[in-house]
């Protein structure tokens, strides 16, 4: 059974930090990239960031929305199935449902996602 299992979510001051993880099973996770995503109440869901397949040439390699570069480290740990969304200083902007997904388009499999709420 294909299962993409969001977790580390929670509430935290402007400025702190949280790592998401995404654990995967059913499935060789290192055979595809990974993204994140986000919705906010009321807005669209958006892509924040995606890794490279793990067997990819470009092993590694990721992208970041303008919004969260400098702030969000994505990674990967294929022996653990398991890709990490590093958040640090954190924003009231960046509250929102934040989901991972196989494939940076989000065509792929979905967790069904970890709440982030950054508030004072």
């Known amino acids: 059974q294909v299962q993409l299992v969001e977790s580390g979510g929670g509430s935290v001051q402007p400025g702190g930090s949280l790592r998401l993880s995404c654990a995967a099973s059913g499935f060789r996770l290192d055979f595809y990239a990974v993204g994140w995503f986000r919705q906010a109440p009321g807005k669209e869901r958006e892509g924040v960031s995606c890794i490279s397949s793990g067997i990819s040439s470009n092993d590694g390699s990721a992208w970041y929305a303008e919004s969260v570069k400098g702030r969000f480290t994505i990674s990967r740990d294929d022996a653990k199935s398991t890709v990490y969304l590093q958040m640090n200083s954190l924003k009231p902007e960046d509250t929102a449902i934040y989901y991972c997904?196989?494939?940076?388009?989000?065509?792929?499999?979905w967790g069904k996602g970890t709440q982030v709420t950054v508030s004072s």
């Open positions: 997904a196989t494939e940076c388009s989000g065509l792929g499999w």
